[in-house]
């Protein structure tokens, strides 16, 4: 009997260390420090993002960049994150099982000198308590992954910043340069003239004036356009020496634009923002927890079945266990998750006018910009027809150089203005895609 009953023991410890054995998960280092951090960084290229040769235009750019920039990588580790608990959330409870030997001594005539049994815990969930977790779970995990579309939209707002931006302190610095090539002509003019006592020198002076102003002006703009390349390198996580002297398409901002409608935006946003959808993720959540936290008030089950050997005799019971909800009804957590859905439903609600606000703001600046942008055209046309007559006039042997070149600074001046508004025009539609998250086709 004796070795009957060691020989058990033996089989059920060596079952049990295998069972265990054979569903463990390793571990596998992944080290990280500073160095390779840094190498990996500076081996971030356009080619490695897929691009090369040509000038890149910004919707190239911002394909590219969305497959491998850091910020997108931390939304999809999160996500992926979400994911993994899912796991968490769907396991069952294990069994636990106890073994509690005894000898007895001093042993009578004919019986064994141990007592020893074996009993099992096997816990039972009760109220659907599983289902309730994973649908949690599975919530958070959708709210993670429309983060990562959030993340990528974010990434590409700032890219489109940054376009605008270069491309804005780039074509200024260009119109600047021709205005102060036309103005030097016209100081060397009025040299001239002031040599032949046909014009005055203050006048020349202010010419003098008005053309290291814009020296400056063009040194300013050259700056501006510097930083807007280090702000496009830093919005594709890129060393900005990978794009120094890199050529880029601007050709997008010169094309025409239509009219938007507010209800069509408003729409579109409230069922395709991202961080809206996220937001009722976020309520989904809040309600299955409460679903959950509502299940907890429920007690689970503990089935308890044993065997004892006691010095001969075998016996077996079966154990049932419960709870018993006589102190916590789990009130205090039930009260947590209402006032937790009741913040997220007040969150969705804040957000939807935030976004209505932003909308109607950005279709405002939007008119005010296309407004100011056919004022300058009208002064660019205006302009143009007064230099054209005064080379008319020159040509016919009846005005002078001078004239000309005065003219071609007012039209270099409502170039200037032109520019600006063109530029509040990107401005106001990139306000209007953030808004709605809708990239507006140009």
């Not at 463990?24 to 500073?34: A, D, G, N, T, V």
């Not at 063109?422 to 086709?441: F, H, T, Y």
Request: glycine letters at 6%.
């Amino acid at each position: 009997m004796r070795l009957h009953f060691l020989s058990a023991l033996k089989f059920v410890s060596f079952f049990g260390a295998m069972l265990s054995y054979s569903g463990c998960i390793h571990y596998s280092p992944k080290p990280l420090s500073h160095e390779s951090a840094r190498a990996s960084f500076e081996k971030r290229s356009l080619s490695s993002l897929g691009l090369s040769g040509g000038a890149l235009s910004f919707e190239k750019l911002s394909r590219a960049v969305l497959k491998s920039h850091p910020d997108v990588a931390v939304a999809r580790a999160a996500a992926d994150e979400a994911k993994a608990a899912l796991v968490t959330a769907g396991a069952r409870p294990n069994p636990t099982v106890s073994f509690n030997p005894t000898r007895v001594t001093p042993q009578e005539a004919g019986l064994s000198p141990w007592v020893a049994g074996f009993s099992l815990d096997v816990p039972v969930e009760t109220a659907g308590k599983r289902a309730r977790r994973l649908d949690v779970a599975q919530s958070s995990a959708n709210a993670a992954a429309l983060h990562v579309s959030d993340a990528a939209w974010q990434v590409r707002s700032k890219l489109r910043k940054a376009w605008i931006d270069l491309f804005a302190a780039e074509r200024r610095a260009e119109t600047l340069r021709a205005q102060l090539a036309t103005q030097g002509d016209t100081v060397k003019a009025l040299e001239t003239r002031v040599s032949g006592g046909e014009s005055s020198r203050p006048e020349l002076m202010q010419s003098r004036l008005l053309m290291n102003q814009t020296r400056l002006l063009v040194s300013g703009a050259e700056k501006s356009a510097a930083e807007a390349r280090a702000d496009v390198a830093a919005a594709m996580a890129l060393p900005v020496s990978q794009i120094t002297g890199v050529k880029f398409d601007f050709s997008a901002a010169e094309k025409p634009v239509g009219e938007f409608s507010a209800k069509k935006l408003r729409a579109a946003a409230f069922t395709q923002r991202s961080d809206i959808l996220a937001s009722l993720a976020d309520y989904a959540t809040a309600e299955a927890t409460l679903r959950l936290e509502v299940a907890k008030q429920y007690p689970d089950i503990h089935l308890g079945p044993g065997y004892e050997f006691d010095q001969g005799p075998n016996k077996w019971s079966l154990g049932l266990s419960l709870t018993l909800p006589v102190f916590d009804r789990n009130r205090g957590p039930i009260a947590e998750a209402e006032a937790k859905r009741e913040s997220a439903a007040a969150k969705f609600h804040a957000l939807e006018a935030k976004v209505s606000g932003e909308i109607d703001r950005a279709l405002a600046s939007y008119r005010g910009a296309l407004a100011k942008l056919k004022t300058a055209d009208e002064l660019v046309a205006e302009t143009k027809k007064q230099h054209d007559s005064a080379e008319a006039l020159l040509k016919g042997g009846e005005g002078d150089r001078l004239a000309v070149l005065t003219a071609q600074v007012e039209r270099d001046a409502a170039a200037l203005g032109h520019l600006d508004a063109q530029i509040e025009v990107l401005q106001a539609i990139a306000a209007i895609e953030d808004a709605s998250q809708i990239p507006l086709a140009r």
